[in-house]
C-alpha cells in the first residue's frame, strides 16, 4: 500500500498567522491520465470530514482562499495564509491514485 | 443540497454480521463512485471499500476482503455495506462518501458500529 506521511503530527498556531502541513507519499501519484490524485481534509472536533482540495491545488466550492495546496510527484503541501479559529481541527492527506486509497496519519492544529 | 444518511450502526458480537446503509440525495447518484471510510475511535481516516458507478468494479482494504460486500441501488440511490465475521479491530464510525480517486465531495454524519462481547 502507498503510505502518506503527514508533518508534522501537531501544529501549535498564532491566529492571523500562516500555517504549513507537509504530506509525503511513498510512491508518485501522477496517475496515467496524468492527473495527481492528492486530496486534503479538515475534520474538526465531532464532525465528518471536509475536503478541502483535490488534485492537488484545487479548492472545493466554499473553501477560504487562505486554504491553498501545492506539490507533485511525491511531496505536497497545504498552506493556510492566516489562521483563524475555525480552522483548528485534525487536517489529513489521502492519494486516490493507488489502490486501496490511502490516508495520511493526521495533523492536529490547535491554537497557542 | 447534497445528502447521504447512514443508518445500520449498532453493537454486534465478535463473528456477528451488520449491514450499513446510506441514503443519498440531492446529486446524480449513479454518476458517482461511492466509497466507505472508517474511523476507529481516536485514530484516523481508512477507505475500506470503493464501488464504481455501476457496480461493476469493487475495491477493498486487505483487512476486510472475504469479509465485507459493497453495493449499490443505483434505481433506489442507495450504498449498502454487508460486513460479516467482525472483529474487534472492526469498531468505528463508518462513513459513506462520494467519489474515488477524489474522494470526499461529500461524506455523511458517519454511523457507529461496536464489535464486542
Known amino acids: 500500500d502507498v503510505v502518506m506521511t503527514q508533518s508534522p503530527l501537531s501544529l501549535p498556531v498564532t491566529l492571523g498567522q500562516p500555517a504549513s502541513i507537509s504530506c509525503r507519499s511513498s510512491q508518485s501519484l501522477v496517475y496515467i491520465d496524468g492527473d495527481t490524485y492528492l486530496s486534503w481534509f479538515l475534520q474538526r472536533p465531532g464532525q465528518s470530514p471536509r475536503r478541502l482540495i483535490y488534485k492537488v491545488s484545487n479548492r472545493d466550492s466554499g473553501v477560504p482562499d487562505r486554504f491553498s495546496g501545492s506539490g507533485s510527484g511525491t511531496d505536497f503541501t497545504l498552506k493556510i495564509s492566516r489562521v483563524e479559529a475555525e480552522d483548528v481541527g485534525f487536517y489529513y492527506c489521502m492519494q486516490g491514485t493507488y489502490w486501496p486509497r490511502t490516508f495520511g496519519q493526521g495533523t492536529k492544529v490547535e491554537v497557542k | 443540497e447534497v445528502q447521504l444518511v447512514e443508518s ?107 464489535v464486542s462481547s
Open chain 2, 8 to 114: 445500520g450502526g449498532g453493537l454486534v458480537q465478535p463473528g456477528g454480521s451488520l449491514r450499513l446503509s446510506c441514503a443519498a440525495s440531492g446529486f446524480t447518484f449513479s454518476k458517482f463512485w461511492m466509497s466507505w471510510v472508517r474511523q476507529a475511535p481516536g485514530k484516523g481516516l481508512e477507505c475500506v471499500a470503493t464501488i464504481k458507478e455501476d457496480g461493476s468494479q469493487k475495491y477493498y482494504v486487505d483487512s476486510v476482503k472475504g469479509r465485507f460486500t459493497i453495493s449499490r441501488d443505483n434505481a433506489k440511490t442507495s450504498l449498502s455495506l454487508q460486513m460479516n465475521s467482525l472483529r474487534d479491530e472492526d469498531t468505528a464510525v463508518y462513513y459513506c462518501a462520494s467519489g474515488s480517486g477524489s474522494l470526499g465531495h461529500s461524506w455523511g454524519q458517519g454511523t457507529l458500529v461496536t
